[in-house]
Nanobody, 122 residues
Framework: VQLQASGGGEVQSGYSLRVSCTAS????????MGWFRQAPGKEREFVAA????????YYADSVKGRFTVSRDNARNVVYLQMNSLKPEDTAVYYC????????????????WGQGTQVTVSS
């Protein structure tokens, strides 16, 4: 199982970015997926998660109303649309496959992709 996050970059505060997660060796539509992020010197934290159908989503309070997680099962891709970005959103963003337990906890995910860097300047 290989996951690859892409689409990161550097933007100014208030701008938007969309990061994507693609997978090989399995069908994304069969699993629930999550996004996490890790800033320098900080622990990895939950950002968002999405059900298999895309009908149910979960968000960290810090991104609620600004970020939207979605999926295109036909294309085997999961997205994280990030609007109104703030400097505190600067981090490496990771996608992961949900296994069991709390959606908000990283041990609940059993496959992780390489992250993509998002940098927001003020």
């Amino acid at each position: 199982v290989q996951l690859q996050a892409s689409g990161g970059g550097e933007v100014q505060s208030g701008y938007s970015l969309r990061v994507s997660c693609t997978a090989s060796a399995f069908i994304v539509s069969k699993v629930e997926m999550g996004w996490f992020r890790q800033a320098p010197g900080k622990e990895r934290e939950f950002v968002a998660a999405v059900s298999r159908s895309g009908g149910t989503t979960y968000y960290a309070d810090s991104v609620k109303g600004r970020f939207t997680v979605s999926r295109d099962n036909a294309r085997n891709v999961v997205y994280l649309q990030m609007n109104s970005l703030k400097p505190e959103d600067t981090a490496v963003y990771y996608c992961a496959v949900y296994n069991s337990g709390s959606y908000y906890s990283s041990p609940s995910y059993n496959y992780w992709g390489q992250g993509t860097q998002v940098t927001v300047s003020s």
